[in-house]
């Protein structure tokens, strides 16, 4: 597919250009089936997908084999469902809130459940539907943040009438600190869960997410959860090979001028000039991704030129001083980098003060979207 002309983007009414590139999406979900093999994994698509599209990302997902597919609430599963194929499964990480519950089985998605009462309510469908009900039962490794306790685990297998219509697909947890490699809080999780795997003895586990994929073996269950790295973020600090990345997104130069010495840039005037100086409006703003904190430190990229953040980052637009470009590099329409070859996600991110989870969700809807 060809990439959108500057000429071309000003006739798009959009805020700039967001590229997509799905064979890359593809291969790095396809090396992390290598890494974590005989284990399988699935694709958190959340967030829309960390906000690249989450029925593009799981269809290009699919094609590579996927058939797990997590997303955080229920209306993202709603939405999603319809666009895959029968034999993909939709799982729904925040549990199941009460009152979906006839919904969510007539549907077939699949719930997390994260509480006793959740488990009665699935159970009491399950009668209701006069069928076996898919779930997933998620404890509390050492996070507390969704899941249940061990005494809770030992109440439902002590009893197993409490779980009777449910067809417990895996038991899940999830990792408070897969990002920072091998670490103690990491290997005390994994014993916690080794614990609930020998009270659910024979039941799949899931438990990895990007980081825990590259852990290790005993971080990997049957199913992994991988969602930063397939879109090219860096899933835990000790890997070596970055993945690849798979977002570019720019904006387009809307207005240049020549600011003189003295002259305030921005709002609340945080940056004065301390010498004329040539800037541009760039047709990107908070409201795109360009995370505030960048105010005054992030930069857009061009030719290879770093073109600093100037003054405050605006909700529709952000000032940047080109300055050190050749004059007649750019013009009305010019597309400037943000995120990258010459800014890797992760590189923004660091400047921003925050994650690249962060930057890709911030995203928004007002871009010319092109998957290649
Ligand atoms: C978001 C999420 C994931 C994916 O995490 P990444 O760090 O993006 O790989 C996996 N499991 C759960 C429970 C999550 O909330």
Redesign the pocket.
């Known amino acids: 597919m060809d990439m959108i002309s500057s000429k071309e983007w000003q006739r798009t009414g959009t805020s700039g250009v967001l590229t997509i590139d799905l064979a890359a999406l593809r291969r790095n979900y396809r090396r992390i089936c290598d890494t974590v093999f005989p284990a399988r994994a699935a694709g958190?698509v959340?967030a829309d997908g960390?906000g690249l599209g989450a029925s593009r990302v799981a269809q290009a997902l699919y094609e590579e084999g996927c058939r797990d597919f997590?997303v955080?609430h229920y209306g993202e599963a709603v939405q999603l469902q319809p666009r895959l194929q029968r034999d993909a499964n939709v799982y729904v990480?925040n549990g199941l809130q009460p009152g979906i519950e006839a919904d969510c089985a007539t549907r077939g998605i699949i719930p997390?459940l994260n509480s006793l009462e959740q488990v009665t309510r699935w159970r009491a469908a399950a009668a209701l539907h006069q069928r076996r009900l898919p779930a997933i039962l998620?404890f509390d490794t050492g996070m507390s943040r969704?899941g249940m306790a061990q005494v809770e685990a030992e109440a439902l297998a002590s009893d197993p009438t409490l779980l009777s219509g449910i067809d417990i697909r895996y038991i899940?947890s999830?990792l408070a600190c897969?990002?920072e490699g091998e670490d103690e809080h990491n290997a005390a999780q994994a014993e916690q869960m080794a614990r609930f795997s020998d009270i659910f003895p024979g039941v799949p586990v899931s438990f990895a997410?990007?980081?825990g994929?590259f852990l290790g073996e005993r971080y990997r269950g049957a199913l992994v959860?991988?969602?930063?790295?397939l879109y090219g973020?860096r899933?835990t600090d000790s890997l070596e090979r970055p993945m690849e990345p798979v977002v570019k997104i720019e904006g387009a130069i809307i207005q240049t001028r020549l600011v003189p010495a003295g002259a305030a840039v921005g709002y609340s005037a945080t940056y004065v000039a301390p010498e004329e100086k040539r800037m541009a409006a760039v047709s990107l703003g908070y409201a795109d991704g360009i995370i505030r904190s960048l105010s005054n430190r992030g930069a857009f990229f061009h030719r290879g030129y770093r073109l600093p953040i100037i003054g405050r980052v605006s909700m529709d637009s952000t000032i940047i001083d080109i300055s050190d470009l050749p004059e007649g590099d750019i013009e009305l329409g010019t597309l400037v980098e943000f995120v990258g070859p010459s800014q890797p996600l992760e590189q923004v991110a660091e400047e921003a003060g925050t994650i690249s989870?962060e930057i890709l969700t911030s995203i928004g809807q007002r871009y010319h979207r092109q998957y290649i």
């Open positions: 958190v959340k960390y997590f955080a990480l997390v998620q969704l899940m999830h897969a990002d997410n990007s980081g994929s959860r991988p969602g930063i790295a973020g899933p989870y």
